[in-house]
């Protein structure tokens, strides 16, 4: 028997009540382009006769024991024959009627198709006010940001890909957060995106989606994939403005009107860049971490990161550090001691502060080099 071209997948959990008719019309979509289908349905643990719907309605049914929206997909998605990949829930709030215009952007040399809701047509009561005008926009727009996307709709559920593209992916996520791992790892991959209207349709039955929870598990998702925007951007501010603040009331008398900055706003100045530096180490072992485990591409940044600082050489300049915040501390100390044990000027208590900040740096560095080089340890040479 020959491979359908076109595979409908769809996500099943007690939804007999819809079930029937979101096969219907796949089928009918199939005819109008005339070509050969077929429906995957991915039952997630389904109590009621979902199950036995879809098969009858002329479905293949597939079963997913683990529990989780994107289990069942992947599951489903596995199993799908077709060369083109179409995507729906199966509530009926999305219509595979309009099937055709995604297959078509697909054959026109686009690899990955979304339809978007906010752009076509929101029937009444079809989509809360909270998720239409605040959560909807909200995440998009943190999407575009983060992954550099022009997605009007990122939790649109209808979408389309070839079964070539989506290999490339390399998916991983069990529950709502899928959605977002899909469109940001096409964007990491740089696949062709584009966009379609749709007509989005109230759904039969009760939702199972939770809209504090879910949003927040899609929000955490795509900041856990962006560490330069989570940790080496603000790591890297924080230290800049630290060093700043330090080294011009080191250097200079430096006042705000009447009131001149001291020790106190250095030794902020001070605490504001160890934070820095070390959130921005942080940084670097989240990225290596995505990198090894094939979540993030590597960069050329950091594979010359990687070829020409190595473990012996971090060492060397935390150590480094380390010797020069003991100088310029030991120097301080000599002249305490010849004065007579009496108070350290205003000047000996700046540098000293700068002092400790520069040995704290470089205590940070010997360590951070052993860490980055166990994440960069290849055990399976």
């Given amino acids: 028997m020959a491979k359908p071209e076109i595979s409908v997948v769809i996500p099943c959990l007690n939804e007999e009540k819809t079930m029937a008719i979101c096969i219907e019309k796949s089928i009918r979509a199939f005819k109008i382009m005339k070509v050969r289908g077929e429906v995957v349905v991915s ?43 179409v995507m729906g829930d199966a509530d009926n709030t999305y219509d595979f009627l309009e099937m055709p215009k995604f297959v078509a952007l697909l054959k026109e040399g686009n690899e990955f198709v979304i339809g978007t809701r906010l752009k076509g047509r929101i029937m009444p009561r079809a989509m809360p006010p909270l998720h239409r005008y605040v959560g909807n926009p909200f995440l998009s727009w943190v999407l575009n940001k983060l992954f550099h996307t022009k997605i009007s709709d990122a939790h649109c559920g209808m979408r389309a890909f070839t079964k070539e593209s989506y290999e490339k992916l390399n ?19 740089k696949l062709k995106i584009k966009e379609v209207p749709i007509t989005y349709y109230p759904r039969e039955g009760e939702t199972k989606l939770r809209s504090f929870k879910d949003g927040w ?73 995505m990198i090894q485990n094939k979540f993030l591409k590597e960069t050329n940044l950091i594979r010359t990161i990687a070829n020409h600082v190595d473990l012996e050489k971090g060492i060397i300049a935390g150590l480094l550090m380390v010797l020069i915040g003991m100088l310029i501390n ?18 000996e208590i700046k540098y000293a502060i700068f002092a400790l900040a520069i040995f704290i740096f470089g205590v940070q560095t010997i360590f951070s080099s052993f860490l980055m080089s166990t994440l960069r340890m290849d055990f399976h040479k």
């Fill in 171 to 189: 998916l991983r996520t069990a529950g709502m957060e899928f959605a977002s791992e899909m469109i940001v790892n096409a964007a990491l991959k």
């Fill in 217 to 289: 598990r899609h929000l955490r998702f795509m900041l856990l994939y962006s560490p330069d925007y989570v940790f080496s951007i603000p790591g890297v501010i924080l230290f800049c403005w630290g060093m700043i603040i330090q080294i011009a009331i080191m250097v200079f008398d430096v006042g705000i009107g009447h009131a001149k900055l001291g020790p106190i706003t250095m030794l902020g100045g001070a605490m504001m860049s160890i934070i820095g530096y070390q959130i921005f180490t942080f940084g670097m072992f989240a990225k290596n971490f």
């Fill in 43 to 85: 039952d997630n643990g389904s109590t009621d006769k979902s199950a036995e719907i879809a098969k009858k309605s002329g479905a293949r049914v597939v079963f997913e024991e683990k529990k989780g929206y994107g289990n069942a997909y992947r599951k489903g998605i596995s199993e799908a024959k077709g060369k083109y990949i």
């Fill in 330 to 347: 030991a120097r301080i100390i000599i002249k305490w001691i010849s004065s007579g044990y009496g108070e350290l000027g205003l000047s």
